[in-house]
């Protein structure tokens, strides 16, 4: 499919990235996957920290999200969503990882519909009470795809 948007953070860059304003999010070396640079959450004051992509997507079209993500602790403090202001299409909440202290790839598929907004935004929240390196993100792709998004039924 047609890329949207991607980070594997190589770059070290974070300016096209907006934060809360007590966000502690860097771009760290060895914490991506395969021990490149990746994104990491640190230690932030008060409660849900976040740090948001915003980008454009088609009215009735269908996308693709992938990302690895790593913890540490078992604590339930992350969400990853693509949301406009009025509708969420993807959902990610709780403690990600299903094995602590090893990398785990998280893809989904969600549906854009018939909605005059299409200006979304890819939000990673925190709780904002993490130890520095308890989480790291590496390799978010967002693509537009051309079939339908899983919907939970059988196929026949």
């Known amino acids: 499919g047609e890329t949207v948007f991607e980070a594997d953070f190589e770059s070290g860059d974070l300016s096209s990235w907006a934060t809360s304003d007590t966000m502690k999010a860097s771009i760290k070396p060895s914490i991506g996957k395969d021990f490149s640079k990746g994104l990491s959450i640190d230690e932030g004051a008060g409660k849900w920290q976040t740090i948001r992509y915003y980008f454009t997507a088609e009215e009735n079209a269908y996308y693709e999200i992938d990302f690895d993500y790593y ?80 919907d939970g039924g059988d196929d026949e």
């Open 71 to 150: 913890e540490s602790t078992n604590a339930e403090t992350v969400q990853v969503l693509v949301r406009s202001d009025e509708i969420e299409y993807f959902y990610k909440s709780g403690r990600l990882g299903s094995t602590k202290g090893e990398w785990e790839h998280y893809n989904a598929r969600f549906s854009i519909g018939s909605h005059e907004t299409t200006n979304l935004r890819l939000v990673i929240c925190t709780d904002g009470i993490i130890g520095a390196n308890d989480k790291a993100f590496d390799n978010f792709v967002i693509r537009k795809i051309s079939e339908t998004p899983d």
